[in-house]
């Protein structure tokens, strides 16, 4: 195995970027392979490196990972980005669960019909901006800190700049009536290992396109439509 972590998963985001965003934000260079056909996808299936028959998946440290939250946790706990003690620990991971929610009902967006996205993309603004933002903006409020828990950059931190980020695609005033996640948000971009994950050229991926809908549903052989929540 390389001694640079190696992605699989398809030329995207999808559940992939999360772990994408961490790894950039411990300062972790990372390789990554991607599936374009079905040919490879049964490959890596009959030689056993899925242990779910699923992706993502990430060599890593002599392992096979599989399953997105063990991954980012395993992340997290290497490079010091979940916390100090169990306590902390445990908000990192309320913190993430609750942003996973939000950034699970932009995930399926590509996937929508025209008529569909436009509902969905109402269905997540509505949701960020009553059940998901005013948590973290009382939280930054409550503690007069930088950083959502202990004083630290955490994975907690990471996982919300992202999800920020991909809800300004779809209504791009949305942080408006949040002050504290307008700070939290130019404070966290300007981190330096964030800040050059940002730049062009990077391995952060673009909003994903229709190219990328085929290929995953090509590979995956969907054949289905996903309905708007």
Same mark, same amino acid.
């Given at each position: 195995m390389s001694t640079k972590p190696k992605l699989y998963y398809f030329d995207g985001r999808g559940k992939m970027e999360s772990i994408r965003w961490l790894l950039a934000a411990a300062g972790v260079e990372f390789e990554e392979e991607f599936l374009e056909t079905r040919d490879q996808y049964e490959k890596l299936l009959q /030689? /056993?490196?899925l242990l779910f028959q699923q992706v993502p998946m990430v060599e890593m440290d002599g392992m096979r990972m599989v399953q997105t939250r063990a991954i980012l946790s395993y992340i997290a706990a290497k490079y010091n980005l979940y916390g100090k003690d169990l306590k902390e620990r445990a908000l990192i991971d309320m913190y993430v669960g609750g942003t996973d929610d939000l950034m699970g009902f932009i995930l399926m967006f590509p996937f929508l019909s025209? @008529?569909?996205? @436009?509902k969905q993309r109402a269905f997540i603004v509505q949701k960020a901006t009553s059940r998901y933002f005013p948590v973290y903006e009382k939280v930054l409020k409550d503690h007069g800190q930088d950083f959502l828990v202990g004083n630290n950059f955490s994975w907690a931190d990471v996982h919300l700049l992202e999800a920020i980020?991909?809800? @300004? @695609?779809?209504?791009s005033d949305v942080l408006s009536d949040f002050p504290q996640l307008?700070?939290?948000k130019a404070r966290i971009s300007s981190i330096p290992a964030i800040k050059k994950f940002l730049e062009p050229g990077s391995q952060r991926k673009p909003v994903p396109d229709d190219k990328y809908v085929e290929t995953v549903r090509r590979v995956l052989r969907m054949y289905y439509d996903i309905k708007a929540n």
């Open positions: /030689g /056993g490196s025209a @008529e569909d996205k @436009e980020l991909m809800v @300004e @695609e779809k209504k307008q700070a939290f």
